[in-house]
T-cell receptor, first 118, second 109 residues
Framework: NAGVTQTPKFQVLKTGQSMTLQCAQD?????MSWYRQDPGMGLRLIHY???????DQGEVPNGYNVSRSTTEDFPLRLLSAAPSQTSVYFC?????????????????FGEGSWLTVV | EDQVTQSPEALRLQEGESSSLNCSYT??????LFWYRQDPGKGPEFLFT???AGEEKEKERLKATLTKKESFLHITAPKPEDSATYLC??????????FGSGTKLNVKP
């Protein structure tokens, strides 16, 4: 049981390049999400998905695309990288959040992907 | 607007010196408040979930409490290994988590 796995760990991009951050979870979680973490700003939600084929925008979606073709995988695509996208990216997953409050509704994070855009 | 604010931004304690971290929130449709610990170069690690005012949770030297407007993370007799950034998050309307910017705790031996 690996939990939430992110790749790559580190990446340097040139402005205008595109790339995909990979995220996979083996816990059969319905909910998956991507956050970016910047100094002094905490974790900000980019996109999330409540199941295969369903995605939605978070607080800071511009410049990023996502898709969810399987329960396990939730890749994040940077279409045309900009220096403002230099950040640490975290993928997170959880059991389904729809419905009432219940145990297990916390989210579990991957180890992060450090991205630098020059 | 949904908002989560943590204070202080940084806290230095001597080993054994108890203190509290604060997380205040203004959200509509709160579905849970969560505390995480984050070590440098790592992802956040889950500590506690609180759902209703008056609820308390404990784990070793940590105790989390919740009121209608804020949560406290009490650290009793901390040790150097408790040094980390502590993050607070709220779950709103089922599908969104909002995080505070964290409190960086440094415990000196």
């Amino acid at each position: 049981n690996a939990g939430v796995t992110q790749t790559p760990k580190f990446q340097v991009l040139k402005t205008g390049q595109s790339m995909t951050l990979q995220c996979a979870q083996d816990m059969n979680h319905e909910y998956m999400s991507w956050y970016r973490q910047d100094p002094g700003m905490g974790l900000r939600l980019i996109h999330y998905s409540v199941g295969a084929g369903i995605t939605d925008q978070g607080e800071v979606p511009n410049g990023y695309n996502v898709s969810r073709s399987t329960t396990e995988d939730f890749p994040l695509r940077l279409l045309s990288a900009a220096p403002s996208q230099t950040s640490v990216y975290f993928c997170a997953s959880s059991y389904g959040l729809g419905g009432g409050v219940s145990s297990g509704n916390t989210i579990y994070f991957g180890e992060g992907s450090w991205l630098t855009v020059v | 607007e949904d908002q989560v604010t943590q204070s202080p931004e940084a806290l230095r304690l001597q080993e054994g010196e108890s203190s509290s971290l604060n997380c205040s929130y203004t959200v509509s449709g709160l579905r849970g408040l969560f505390w995480y610990r984050q070590d440098p170069g790592k992802g956040p690690e889950f500590l506690f979930t609180l759902y209703s005012a008056g609820e308390e949770k404990e784990k070793e030297r940590l105790k989390a409490t919740l009121t209608k407007k804020e949560s406290f993370l009490h650290i009793t007799a901390p040790k150097p290994e408790d040094s980390a950034t502590y993050l607070c998050a709220v779950r709103v309307n089922f599908n969104k988590f909002y995080f505070g910017s964290g409190t960086k705790l440094n415990v000196k031996p």
